[in-house]
């Protein structure tokens, strides 16, 4: 009881400030504006993509060449049938494959609806989103639409050959989930993702650790310069006590600030096909890795200078190289400093659910890895404060 009547003062002594929760409002969107503005729109040349043509017709044959070369996949590989389509999933060495159904260009020429379909991959799920994402851009820009310009020889060649019909609909670009131990695929009902339903996960995680990491440790780090601490134990606190009532309080504070962002956005159109319980459970699972994360960064460092300076350097490295903002390519040299923080697998069992449409049995690795980051966290802190505070 003691620890819940202290975080109470503790919560009281945050919210004096007026412009906490201003600030929980509109960083999500300086970073959403951020990250929309830097993002790379070039890159399709980079990425591992496996193009399954169901429609062999000669138009649809021209129409697949046209693609590749048209956006440069230096990296595709073209799949000839369902064997091999189920082949290349089980390999899991694929950041997207896209399937182009029968009669696909026949219906874009008749001006029929017309639909193309992306199987992402749920371990690269940042690669297979920015693959999404540009297909989407490029085909309601340019209709998505090769059209063979009519007349004479002369004509054609005059006109550029081929154009682009705009007053056809760009082709919708549907979801598809694959099982990457079957190969076997199925669809949902997700067929419009935008930026905002990709990276909102991104930035509720940034909310929580900028809220409840940084600021349990910069609290605690301050709590000790001061020789507020000396007194707490003085008057008989343990630094379990300690530890809790700071925990409770920025648990609280990080879990009201994500669960604001991840709302607000739903409020503004941000999709989720995702059990709702199950997201939830994600994002209590986050605050509490990131808020013992802050306590074990606190409980090594001796000063409010050197406990800020720890903080910001860890939340930097892992917004840039968390994988979750910028996408790494799998092969690169620095793909395994990802893998060292709970940011990563934060965020990507957050999208797994709300994209993807996953339940939690199907990401055991995911969460055990989060609950490992807790346990660790937990029981590093309270020896390391211990131990530095008999010195």
């Known amino acids: 009881m003691k620890s819940f009547k202290i975080s109470f003062f503790e919560l009281?002594?945050?919210?004096?400030?007026?412009?906490?929760?201003l600030l929980m409002i509109i960083l999500p969107v300086i970073i959403a504006y951020l990250g929309t503005s830097f993002y790379p729109e070039n890159l399709l040349g980079n990425y591992k993509i496996g193009v399954y043509n169901e429609d062999n017709s000669f138009l649809g044959r021209f129409g697949f060449v046209f693609l590749r070369q048209f956006l440069k996949w230096d990296n595709?590989?073209?799949?000839?049938?369902?064997?091999?389509?189920?082949d290349y999933l089980k390999s899991k060495d694929f950041d997207s494959v896209l399937i182009i159904p029968k009669g696909f260009l026949q219906n874009l020429k008749d001006y029929e609806e017309t639909k193309l379909f992306l199987i992402p991959n749920p371990d690269r799920i940042q690669e297979s989103m920015t693959v999404y994402t540009l297909l989407k851009t490029l085909f309601k820009e340019l209709s998505g639409i090769p059209d063979m310009k009519n007349g004479s020889t002369t004509e054609f060649l005059l006109k550029g050959g081929i154009g682009v019909d705009e007053n056809r609909k760009a082709p919708n670009l549907e979801l598809m989930v694959p099982d990457l131990n079957t190969g076997n695929i199925k669809t949902t009902n997700q067929n419009n993702l935008g930026f905002?339903?990709?990276?909102?996960p991104s930035i509720a995680v940034i909310m929580i650790i900028l809220f409840s990491m940084i600021g349990v440790g910069n609290?605690?780090?301050?709590t000790k310069e001061s020789g507020l601490l000396d007194i707490y134990r003085a008057n008989g606190l343990e630094i379990k006590q300690f530890i809790s009532f700071k925990f409770i309080a920025y648990f609280f504070i990080g879990l009201i600030s994500s669960l604001m962002t991840w709302y607000l956005y739903r409020l503004f159109g941000t999709k989720s096909i995702g059990n709702?319980?199950?997201v939830i459970i994600i994002i209590i699972l986050s605050v509490l890795s990131f808020t013992t994360m802050g306590i074990f960064i606190s409980s090594f460092t001796k000063t409010t200078k050197s406990a800020s300076f720890m903080l910001t350097a860890i939340t930097g490295t892992m917004i840039l190289f968390g994988d979750i903002i910028i996408p790494?390519?799998?092969?690169?040299?620095?793909?395994?400093?990802s893998y060292i923080f709970p940011v990563k697998y934060a965020v990507e069992s957050w999208?797994?659910?709300?994209?993807?449409?996953?339940?939690?049995?199907?990401?055991?690795?995911?969460?055990?890895?989060?609950?490992s980051f807790i346990i660790i966290f937990s029981v590093g802190s309270i020896i390391l404060t211990t131990i530095n505070q008999k010195k």
């Open 328 to 337: 790494i390519p799998s092969d690169s040299k620095i793909k395994f400093i």
């Open 219 to 222: 609290s605690i780090a301050h």
């Open 276 to 278: 709702e319980l199950e």
């Open 351 to 371: 999208r797994k659910i709300s994209i993807l449409g996953y339940h939690l049995n199907q990401i055991p690795w995911n969460l055990l890895i989060l609950i």
């Open 196 to 200: 905002k339903d990709i990276f909102t």
């Open 12 to 21: 009281k002594k945050i919210f004096r400030n007026p412009g906490l929760f």
């Open 76 to 86: 595709a590989v073209e799949l000839k049938s369902q064997e091999e389509l189920q």
